[in-house]
């Protein structure tokens, strides 16, 4: 019979295929697995077949070729690597002496190979075309039965692979995810912490010049008063912008008429933590103008270091969620319902960012109108939800920009699947998202940020949270100038989605 011969450009090894009649070679098969059992005799329809000598590191085939085989080992071996999108390689397998491989993609139905296949040791083989592999598998039972155990096997071992791999992927995606959700609050207790030093001295030195005059009765029960008030406690109703600037403004004038130093900078601390007028005046009446002015800024400074004490609280609290999820996610494990006012946990998300927003000299216009604001929930997700689309927003934003958060209800309209939601909009008025790019925002790791400056998680992950653990909506708007996201919840929020 005629030679062929065949050079491989694979490090310049090279295969020598050999047509030979197949009865040559029948003494040589009948020392390999399939053929162990079976008689020669019993195969019909094959005149020749093509003997393959490769040199170690020489190609066999490679993934995407159309032209399959399936191999017999003689002597050698041989191994199966999975070229990955990075070029690299990841073994799968590998073939000894007297062993076979390539039943798989005959019986699995692919038009293609999948893996890379090399010999790596000097090596001989047998290789049937799909005819004559088919041919195999009807006239010879020893051999069916021998690649039919192969084939269950080999998609044993892919399967167990695959999943170790999906396992490796849902952990890289849970990593990243979480550095991702960390850096917020961990920046926003740093910086609480670093500003609560500054408020500390201040208080120092307040209060030393408060203790040098001696105090009656009357201030220090409006002392105790004040005090009591400022450290009860963090939760305080959250105003809407307006309500927020009136209340502001309204203390502030007041504080400026009654002669106190930095009016305008402790009125919104104060209004922050719930102080009124009416809660000030007996400062006022009881101290002279001096010691007025010291006891409210001596107070606002309080206050102020009560907030800071309050996000880092927050912040803290945010990281401790963040590892239980993490448990959770680890152990399947289920946190009881609540309830969780929505526009606290956005107020909340705000206070966490409020320093980027300072920096940036943002201003954030907030509506608050849903009613009622109450929805069921689990663990810190709206958090996180808020979090990232608030920081995204201040990402595109400039300088001395503008935020716009709005809540508001839709009421059921009776039809089904409609509960009723609660809607959330975060707009800002940065360059907007391209056209092109819209499509993908939600994809995980996409990003048009600079390398290093995103991870391309936040908004897969708020996809994630708003749909598959809320039954929720996102839908997003944009162009240049104007880019508005909205949040859609059910009125029954997780518990929706449950079935409880």
């Excluded at 680890?330 to 609540?338: E, I, M, Q």
């Excluded at 920081?391 to 935020?403: L, Y």
């Amino acid at each position: 019979m005629e030679n062929e011969a065949a050079n491989m450009n694979e490090g310049g090894k090279s295969i020598i295929v050999d047509s030979i009649a197949f009865r040559q070679i029948a003494g040589e098969l009948t020392k390999t697995r399939p053929f162990s059992s079976t008689s020669i005799d019993a195969l019909q329809g094959i005149d020749a077949v093509e003997r393959i000598t490769a040199k170690a590191g020489a190609t066999l085939t490679e993934p995407g070729n159309t032209s399959m085989f399936y191999w017999l080992l003689l002597h050698g071996k041989c191994q199966a690597d999975r070229v990955e999108p990075d070029g690299s390689r990841t073994t799968v397998g590998t073939a000894q002496s007297g062993e076979g491989f390539g039943e798989t993609p005959f019986l699995t139905g692919k038009s293609h190979a999948a893996f890379l296949i090399t010999a790596i040791e000097d090596s001989t083989l047998v290789r049937f075309s799909g005819e004559q592999f088919w041919q195999l598998m009807s006239c010879c039972p020893g051999a069916r039965k021998v690649i039919l155990a192969d084939m269950a096997a080999r998609l044993s071992a892919y399967q167990a692979e695959a999943l170790h791999r999906e396992k490796l992927v849902s952990l890289g995606t849970l990593a990243a995810g979480l550095m991702h959700e960390l850096h917020n609050p961990g920046s926003a207790a740093k910086r609480a912490a670093s500003q609560l030093r500054e408020n500390m001295l201040k208080l120092q030195d307040l209060s030393l010049r408060s203790s040098k005059r001696s105090k009656t009765p009357e201030q220090l029960d409006c002392m105790h008063r004040l005090l009591t008030h400022a450290v009860k406690g963090c939760q305080c109703r959250a105003l809407s912008s307006i309500e927020q600037a009136d209340e502001e403004e309204r203390l502030g004038e007041w504080l400026q008429e009654s002669g106190v130093e930095n009016a305008f900078n402790i009125a919104p601390a104060l209004v922050s933590m719930g102080f009124e007028q009416e809660e000030l005046k007996c400062a006022r009446e009881f101290f002279d103008a001096q010691s007025f002015s010291d006891t409210l800024n001596w107070l606002g400074a309080l206050v102020s270091s009560v907030s800071l004490v309050c996000s880092i609280e927050e912040s803290i609290s945010r990281i401790s969620d963040l590892a239980m999820a993490v448990k959770k996610f680890a152990y399947d494990d289920r946190s009881p319902l609540k309830e969780l006012d929505v526009h606290d946990s956005l107020q909340s998300t705000i206070t966490i960012l409020g320093h980027k927003l300072r920096v940036k000299q943002i201003t954030v216009e907030k509506t608050f109108e849903a009613f009622p604001s109450v929805i069921q929930t689990r663990g810190s997700a709206l958090s996180q939800v808020w979090t990232n689309l608030i920081d995204n927003a201040a990402d595109a934003s400039p300088a001395q920009g503008r935020i716009e958060i709005a809540t508001w209800t839709e009421p059921a309209t009776g039809k089904a699947n409609d509960p009723g939601w609660l809607a959330v909009s975060v707009t800002d008025h940065g360059p907007g998202i391209p056209a092109n790019v819209l499509p993908r925002i939600f994809e995980a790791f996409f990003t048009t940020k600079p390398q290093g400056a995103g991870t391309g998680l936040g908004l897969e992950i708020v996809h994630r949270i708003v749909t598959q653990k809320f039954g929720g909506k996102i839908d997003v708007k944009s162009e240049p100038g104007n880019t508005r996201f909205e949040v859609r919840l059910p009125m029954k929020g997780i518990a929706s989605v449950n079935g409880k």
